[in-house]
């Protein structure tokens, strides 16, 4: 199924938006890139294999974490009190020590410093994409997703960037030297264009909430995405947009009427890995060499 | 469960930074406004038993359009590719035709003009949060949530603010009209300041998402919630923070390690205007007196 | 929605194999023998409002457990092993020590011997559905489902009745005093013919497994019920009959296909009582007074 | 983890009551055999990698069905009434059209014919596992489960026998020539008597309700099971069995204080033929071999 659904995601475009002539987006929530699927992700941004990314504050910064002290493996049944007293966050069930977010910090306050000195000096205008820009060259490290967003010019967005450990560092670096701005609507503009002036959209969504409504109402400025795969455990009975199937998004014009778009109901760090075995790896060599001759 | 849950965040707090003492905050999907639990919400901004809402872009401007015009009840099972051509969005078993969101537009646009107007000739720094604001001002509706929180002083964020119709709104705009900057730093400063600040912090989450790790987050910066009350159907197995069980939150300090934090299991449609019926309207006499008398 | 789908079941109908005319098969799971639903079950048996029950062993003998002594409200996150060597077992959050089983024990196993002697004098061809007609005779409590069952002539099936404390007990006492024979074939006829013989059937189906399929495969046997209530949680994606969505049902013909059946996505010990009291409590003085005069 | 879960299962015992010394219970609800999780099953069965099998009435006769027509692969969307009108049946994505249960009637009426006449001239006390062990051999064919489960003298256990298509053709059966006794108390004695004298056991539970209760009920008799995974996709909040953690399955008895159970949160078309690939198939030489010198 995905083989077909994802073939012509790959072929018979010859646009010149995207590197492949076909614009995917992939969007995914933070405990992918907490969990091991970041290195299935990592592979994706590295040969170019996805046009524009989205994903939470945490799906940003657990990546630059990970560069920088390794996330272990816990249960989900160890309790939070006996975390709390060793200092160990848990995040399912995996653990990262407070230790970890001293480093984040150390690594991030001079490049926050630096960016309010470039937004004062030059007039730079910060938003959410072009933070995670400059952070994916800063960390410069090939395990990063966003090191290899940076290298191949894969715009992320992250609209509520704020909304997590970079957050709480903005919010503290905000009283020690004011000023910095995130506009978001800059990055609207930027993301929805990127729809617009595709000529075929794919959409591969991994989890629900903020990443799949970004995408897909994007989507929606340009009729609808030409292809669609969803990988989540979210029902549609409580109406929420996590678990809507793929039909909702149609009547919303988010996902083309002529589509044969695909829901797959199970946990994306079981699937995903198997996914991109069978589309993307199987087809790399072809892939990447498109790419290169673009 | 739920009357011994909420009364100590009503009673024997006496700080200044909230009307009740204890700063109650109120997250929720877009979904919830979609619903009827809409009102019950209503009747917590009206009443001013919550302190600070936070919730999705569609949580916001499902709200005015209501104001504007009827969302009607359809099915789940209605053919997306039926609605499209005719005009009618599915939002779970609720239909919303297109029309309104055309007279949103008409209603959005000249104040999003006078936005940028007031950006330019006052210097005014818009937020997201100052937006809605603004919002519920014009709406000037008492059916409106955000009338009530603009009434009576609710900060209301939502920091992707982007991410919907209200975005699409100033992604056009931005064309005709460019210029406006929604700035997530300041906001971000507010919202964790609320928790910081306060003497006591309560939680009610209404799924999953951005709403909730926002406020639990910025619930971080005190080392931890006093109360918590999670409503949602996700499940902690595949590792989200919007399945996530309380106790993952207290490994954070999101949740203090004394705190006895309840998670339903449930489909908050159906829960939450019992929960309220049976704690905030059981005491409705003598907290709105509390608030008086403030 | 249940007010509708529910007064056809009551009204309308005139024949002579159930009290109402309709027949209305009910379904549960033994978890909600164990919670409080038990009383809204009793109700629905005490007044007769319901022609055919269908349970799990579990729904059958934690009845009777609960009439010898009481079980306990505990947690979900109670540990495993500490409950064990307290001998105290868990049902979800409810608590059942292992005297109660004691007490069962000693209340069963006379009569076990005096269906063992029936069998060999009388020649009783005993099944799971005279068993159980047995018990509630003999447990003499008006608190009990089945007692009530036994009083009004409502039959109650559980074909797999050895699937539980019964089926130990049956199996200890079967090296004391062996020779029983349950059969299951008899009862499969008596509750087909219950279908079959049917002028309207009526399912309402609490939770999913066999209790959900037993009664649909009877009703397959008239060609479908004419009216179908499914409340559960669970999720068709994975293929289950559990989670299978009513319109599964119409396809094998154990639906009408003219009905308009309802599937509740939730869980059943928050909406069962609220839909017993608006549907069935709420016309109790009608419905009591139609059986009265039958 | 599940090799570290299976291997102690397949190694360090020397019990006699089953091939390997480590007595493993399979259970499976019935959808499993209708999709291709069979072919897992059918390859456990042949080369005697399990010892004791519970499934439902569906779990038995979908697999006899498959020798006498196929199925077909459907989607879950396609409408109930259609399907009805066609003789089509869905099973979740898949369809098994009416023929092939005419089919199983045709195979199935002459044996029932047979069964009957033994009991009645030989006094064969019919039992389901004992007709199940009957139907293997008729059916003759290296593609079914119960096949390989006559060869190599795997009881299969179905306590609800006729609960599905053959209690159909038992009831239609029983008008023609009636008499027919399926005693399910003998059936518990065997089962139970399978844990109690097992060295040690392992549990490997595909889905919940019956298969899930029986195994871990009949480990009860032995004070728990040495070895558990339980592969489903239900969540405990509803107080199901279904659902239930291993961990309450520990306050009962029903796993040992001292295991290490597992509960993969996942559907198990996707994740049990990865299982077995990397258990029982990645040691087959050796696990064959063992079997062959007993």
Known sequence: MFELQLEPVQEGCDSHTSASGCTIFLGYTSNLISSGVRESIRYLAQHRMVD?????????????????????????????????????????????????????????????????????????????????????????????????????????????????????????????????????????????SKAVFAETTGMIILGGGLV?????????????????????TGQEFDGSDSGARPDEAISWGKIRMDATPVKVYADASIVFPLLVAETFAHNASRLIKEKKSD
Chains 1, 2, 3, 4 share one sequence.
């Open 52 to 192: 524009v990314i989205v994903t939470t504050a945490g799906g940003i910064e657990e990546d630059f974490i990970k560069c920088l002290a390794p996330t272990y493996l816990g249960e989900f049944s160890l309790k939070g009190k006996e975390l709390r007293q060793q200092g160990i966050n848990r995040i399912g069930n995996l653990l990262v020590p407070n230790d970890n977010y001293c480093k984040f910090e150390d690594w991030l306050m001079p490049i926050l410093d630096q960016m309010v000195l470039e937004q004062k000096t030059e007039g730079t205008h910060w938003t959410p994409s072009k933070m995670i820009h400059r952070l994916g060259k800063e960390i410069n490290n090939p395990d990063s997703v966003y090191y290899w967003a940076y290298k191949n010019d894969i715009p992320v967005f992250s609209p509520a960037l704020t909304d997590g450990s970079l957050g709480d560092m903005i919010y503290f670096h905000s009283y020690k030297n004011p000023g910095l701005v995130l506009d978001i609507v800059e990055d609207i503009r930027r993301l929805n």
């Open 212 to 232: 799949k409504h970004h995408i897909a109402n994007a989507n929606l400025m340009r009729n609808g995405a030409d292809f669609a795969v969803f990988v989540n």
